[in-house]
């Protein structure tokens, strides 16, 4: 059987194990695992090039502003997991992704090619004006970003609803393969700066792996979705549809303007390019751990299905939590990931300290993200998407709180951001863990009554 799975429609008779469990997930974790590289890779051609201080810190303030603009879309991939249980509901889910695709397209090129641009890097976020520059020929060229990443992470939740796995890892290895290829190739033919020749390889990479998951898609939409079925109920109204998908599109850019606003704070210290340089380094590798655990929501939205999974999902959550920030603290403490930046990335000398200090003060993020991967699959299976969204806005109001004057406090900023970065997490996990333990005590009242 391999990666791929049966597609799950019945719940099976026994709770999985953990070996199971893993089998499921390991697809999806290794999917973003690879895009995990896509820092690293960037990275490491920007770094080779002139200017790459300017260009590295460049990396970090435009991958924050395209991710933020694309954050409608990312859930797609949960609402069509849980949502896309017949032909109908299907086909009214991809009038829905298609809708928002020209959304934030849209509202990327109002960006990227208005006035709006200067205002909003400028005024908002006071980035220095080398930055703007360096940011913008880029910042055009990933046009059509989020449209691409809209329908693959719509054909994603098909293809994890059903089992199929695989075809997820297959299609980020197509991607990073793309972006690796055309930043490699444009860095020994061009001369472009390193943040266009950055914008220009994550376009080409991501219309790659949406064309591949629209291909590799097509034998589960045909067997699934070619007719209707006459168990097949009611399709879903647009409103219960965007009732269900609003919370987590909610969740998701309150999530990512996390970045921005500690953008912003850093923006105002002293060697605000040299911490941001040193940031960006930093959490190159710090996503790379995170990443495992973005995967986990799915595997739980999916597998809680089972009889007596829960507490083997839990289970497993906790364990990989603990493995990816285990192994961060062992390279910060024993300065391994100085290796990471010097011979990988190959940050210049004043830049590594300040990713040293980002690197080992950040380590705690992947524990704390996959207990919340755990609660966060729970309550969307629950369909308690509103939770989340309530306990990302106690988060974003942490962040704003303490970049307000944290930043004045202490003497290095990158320190301080990450210890902002962890409040705010352990803040949002407190939310979703009263959450869910408010529907536990729902479900274990209604056993009772009846």
Known sequence: MGSVLEPITEPVATAPTQREIFRFYYPLALSWLFMGLEGPICGTVLSRRPDSTLHLASLLVMMQIAMWIESPIMDLLSTSNTLSDSRANYLQIGRFTKGLMIWVTFFHGLLAFTPLFDFVLLRLFHADPSVVEAIRPGFRLM??????????????????????????????????????????????????????????????????????????SRKVVKENFSAPKPSDGPPISFRRLLVFHLPLALTTMVTLSQGPILVHGINGTVGAVLTLAGWQAAHAFIWLARASGYALPETVITLQR??????????????????????????????????LFTGIIQVKPDVEPYAHMAFLSAALLPLIGSIQGFFRGMLTAAHKTGSRTVAIFVAASLLIIFTSFGFGVYPSAVVVASIILNIAMLGELAVLWAAWKKVEAQRAELVTSS
């Open 306 to 339: 089972c009889p007596n999974a829960v507490p083997e999902l839990w289970k497993f959550c906790i364990t990989v939590g603990m493995a990816t920030s285990g192994l961060l603290f062992l390279l910060g403490l024993f300065g391994i990931d100085h290796l």
């Open 143 to 216: 046009l059509f970003w989020s449209a691409c990443i809209g329908w693959r992470r719509f054909l994603q939740g098909i293809l994890i609803r059903n089992g199929v796995t695989r075809a997820v890892g297959q299609g980020t290895t197509v991607r990073v393969c793309s972006l690796a290829g055309t930043a490699f190739l444009l860095h020994l033919t061009t001369s472009l700066p390193g943040a266009t020749l950055a914008g220009c390889a994550l376009s080409v990479s991501v219309f790659n792996e949406a064309a591949f998951i629209h291909w590799a």
